[in-house]
């Protein structure tokens, strides 16, 4: 069983940088293909971006490309998301999701999740 702890999000100005971080425990943290995911209100979860296992392959949802840097350090167990240049369109409440194996841009595939962590950005 994978815990999952999402950090770092807050409330940000049009333009403005967060890095949130998302730190494992309970299971073999190299093992999993790490993802971050959102959701806005009375939207679905949607894919953001993904990392493999260890750390050499990454796929990022077209709006985000060239804006965030999804990274890992497996000494630590952590994943982090860092967000450059924000829009008010990113506002929404931010998970990352475990995946035993591979990484992947379906939420239904992912095996753990964490309680999200709120981003709003402001116009």
Avoid at 24 to 51: C, D, H, L, T
Avoid at 53 to 76: H, L, M, P, Q
């Amino acid at each position: 069983q994978v815990q999952l702890v999402e950090s770092g999000g807050g409330l940000v100005q049009t333009g403005g940088s967060l890095r949130l971080s998302c730190a494992a425990s309970g299971g073999s943290f190299s093992n999993y293909g790490m993802g971050w995911f959102r959701q806005a209100p009375g939207k679905e979860r949607e894919f953001v971006a993904a990392i493999s296992r260890g750390g050499a392959t990454t796929y990022y949802e077209d709006s985000v490309k060239g804006r965030f840097t999804i990274s890992r350090d497996n000494a630590k167990n952590t994943v982090y998301l860092q967000m450059n240049t924000l829009k008010p369109e990113d506002t929404a409440v931010y998970y990352c999701g475990a995946r035993n194996g591979v990484l992947g841009m379906d939420a239904r595939r992912y095996d753990y999740w964490g309680q999200g962590t709120q981003v709003t950005v402001s116009s």
